[in-house]
Nanobody, 124 residues
Framework: QVQLAESGGGLVQAGGSLRLSCAASGRTFSGYNMGWFRQAPGKEREFVAAISWNGDSTRYADSVKGRFTISRDNGKLTAYLQMKNLKPEDTAVYFC?????????????????WGQGTQVTVSS
């Protein structure tokens, strides 16, 4: 089993930046694909970005392409989401998750373990 803990959320003005971290426990972290999702009030949880187990492949939602960057450091058991040029519509609770599937997916059902989330609020 993998346990995940997000951090780095907060309040930022539009145009600002934040870096989210996802710390994992468990020796199998390096073998899992990882993803970031977000959920705004009253909306469904949605895919943001994903990275393959070795960091060679990434996927992004169209809404964040060019602004967000996902990365990971398997030695530190940590994944990151660098967010730049933040917009009010990026306001949400951000979750990290790991997937045991081979393909780098973007569906919620493809991810097996989830963190508790960290709040990101972008003011206009």
């Amino acid at each position: 089993q993998v346990q995940l803990a997000e951090s780095g959320g907060g309040l930022v003005q539009a145009g600002g930046s934040l870096r989210l971290s996802c710390a994992a426990s468990g020796r199998t972290f390096s073998g899992y694909n990882m993803g970031w999702f977000r959920q705004a009030p009253g909306k469904e949880r949605e895919f943001v970005a994903a990275i393959s187990w070795n960091g060679d492949s990434t996927r992004y939602a169209d809404s964040v392409k060019g602004r967000f960057t996902i990365s990971r450091d398997n030695g530190k058991l940590t994944a990151y989401l660098q967010m730049k040029n933040l917009k009010p519509e990026d306001t949400a609770v951000y979750f990290c998750a790991v997937s045991r599937k081979y393909e780098l997916g973007f569906g919620l059902s493809e991810y097996d373990y989830w963190g508790q989330g960290t709040q990101v609020t972008v003011s206009s």
